[in-house]
C-alpha cells in the first residue's frame, strides 16, 4: 500500500482512540484511508489521536456513542457513508471487561458484557453490509481474545461473547463469501496497553513468564495482522481466527 496518497477507501475502527484500536486507526490513517473512530467516552483519549493524526494523508473522524445499542450502530455507519461515501472495513475492536465470580454476575454484568463484546459487533456488521454488497466488496475483521478458548475465572460473560464472535465470523462470511465480501477474526493475547502498563513490575514478569516469545506484544504488532487481512491480496482468507499471542494460547 502506498503510504504517501489516499486510498479513498473507508474504514470503521470501534474502540479506535486507545490502545490497539488507536495504533490500527494511525496504521489505516498514515496509509491513506479515511476512518470513523468510534469511542466510548474518554475525550482526552479521542481528542489526542485526533491531534497526532491531523495532517494525514487519510481523514479521521470521531463519533461518541454506547455501540451496544443497535441503533447507535445504525446511525454509525449510516453516518460514515454519508461524510465520505462508502465504507470499505469495519474492525470491531471495542471490548469492555465485566469481571465478577459466575455465581455473583448480576443480570446487568452478564448483559453488558454479551452486549458490548457480542451484540454490537452483530450489529454493526449488519448495518455495515448493506454499502458493502451495494459496492460488491468489504473486508469486516472482529477483534477476539485468547479468553474465548482458555477462559478466565471471574470474566464469564466475556469469554462467552469473545467465543461467540468466532461462530458469528464464520456465519457471516459463508452468507457472503460469493459477494466480495471477508469476514475474520484476529486474536490477541497480552498487549502493552493501558491497562498492562498499570499492573505491579511483579504481575508484568508473571504474566512475561507465560508467554513463549518472552514478552508483551506491541499495538502496532496487532495492527499489522488487521491490516493483513484487509488487505486485497487477502480476498481468499475468510472464516478465519488469526491468533497474534506471541504463543501463549499454547499452553506450558
Same mark, same amino acid.
Given at each position: 500500500?502506498?503510504?504517501?496518497?489516499?486510498?479513498?477507501?473507508? *474504514?470503521?475502527?470501534?474502540?479506535?482512540?486507545?490502545?490497539?484500536?488507536?495504533?490500527?486507526?494511525?496504521?489505516?490513517?498514515?496509509?491513506? +484511508? +479515511?476512518? *470513523?473512530?468510534?469511542?466510548?467516552?474518554?475525550?482526552?483519549?479521542?481528542?489526542? $489521536?485526533?491531534?497526532?493524526?491531523?495532517?494525514?494523508?487519510?481523514?479521521?473522524?470521531?463519533?461518541?456513542?454506547?455501540?451496544?445499542?443497535?441503533?447507535?450502530?445504525?446511525?454509525? $455507519?449510516?453516518?460514515?457513508?454519508?461524510?465520505?461515501?462508502?465504507?470499505?472495513?469495519?474492525?470491531?475492536?471495542?471490548?469492555?471487561?465485566?469481571?465478577?465470580?459466575?455465581?455473583?454476575?448480576?443480570? @446487568?454484568?452478564? @448483559?453488558?458484557?454479551?452486549?458490548?463484546?457480542?451484540?454490537?459487533?452483530?450489529?454493526?456488521?449488519?448495518?455495515?453490509?448493506?454499502?458493502?454488497?451495494?459496492?460488491?466488496?468489504?473486508?469486516?475483521?472482529?477483534?477476539?481474545?485468547?479468553?474465548?478458548?482458555?477462559?478466565?475465572?471471574?470474566?464469564?460473560?466475556?469469554?462467552?461473547?469473545?467465543?461467540?464472535?468466532?461462530?458469528?465470523?464464520?456465519?457471516?462470511?459463508?452468507?457472503?463469501?460469493?459477494?466480495?465480501?471477508?469476514?475474520?477474526?484476529?486474536?490477541?493475547? $497480552?498487549?502493552?496497553? @493501558?491497562?498492562?502498563?498499570?499492573?505491579?513490575?511483579?504481575?508484568?514478569?508473571?504474566?512475561?513468564?507465560?508467554?513463549?516469545?518472552?514478552?508483551?506484544?506491541?499495538?502496532?504488532?496487532? *495492527? +499489522?495482522?488487521?491490516?493483513?487481512?484487509?488487505?486485497?491480496?487477502?480476498?481468499?482468507?475468510?472464516?478465519?481466527? $488469526?491468533?497474534?499471542?506471541?504463543?501463549?494460547?499454547?499452553?506450558?
Amino acid at each position: 500500500m502506498n503510504s504517501n496518497a489516499t486510498t479513498n477507501t473507508v *474504514a470503521i475502527v470501534t474502540g479506535g482512540t486507545r490502545g490497539i484500536g488507536a495504533a490500527i486507526t494511525e496504521r489505516l490513517i498514515r496509509e491513506g +484511508h +479515511h476512518v *470513523a473512530a468510534a469511542y466510548a467516552g474518554n475525550e482526552a483519549s479521542a481528542n489526542a $489521536v485526533k491531534e497526532k493524526l491531523k495532517d494525514g494523508p487519510g481523514k479521521l473522524s470521531l463519533h461518541r456513542g454506547n455501540i451496544a445499542d443497535r441503533e447507535v450502530c445504525r446511525k454509525l $455507519v449510516a453516518d460514515t457513508v454519508a461524510t465520505y461515501g462508502r465504507l470499505d472495513y469495519l474492525v470491531c475492536n471495542a471490548g469492555l471487561l465485566v469481571e465478577n465470580k459466575p455465581q455473583a454476575m448480576t443480570t @446487568d454484568e452478564w @448483559d453488558t458484557a454479551i452486549g458490548v463484546n457480542l451484540s454490537a459487533s452483530f450489529y454493526l456488521a449488519q448495518a455495515a453490509l448493506e454499502p458493502m454488497l451495494a459496492q460488491g466488496s468489504g473486508r469486516i475483521v472482529f477483534i477476539g481474545s485468547i479468553s474465548a478458548t482458555m477462559g478466565v475465572a471471574a470474566q464469564a460473560g466475556y469469554c462467552a461473547a469473545k467465543a461467540g464472535l468466532e461462530g458469528l465470523s464464520r456465519s457471516l462470511a459463508r452468507s457472503v463469501a460469493r459477494k466480495g465480501i471477508t469476514v475474520n477474526v484476529v486474536v490477541p493475547g $497480552v498487549y502493552e496497553t @493501558d491497562m498492562t502498563n498499570s499492573m505491579s513490575e511483579k504481575a508484568q514478569e508473571v504474566v512475561r513468564g507465560l508467554i513463549p516469545v518472552g514478552r508483551r506484544g506491541k499495538p502496532e504488532e496487532l *495492527a +499489522h495482522a488487521v491490516m493483513f487481512l484487509l488487505d486485497p491480496r487477502a480476498s481468499y482468507i475468510t472464516g478465519s481466527i $488469526v491468533t497474534a499471542d506471541g504463543g501463549i494460547s499454547m499452553g506450558d
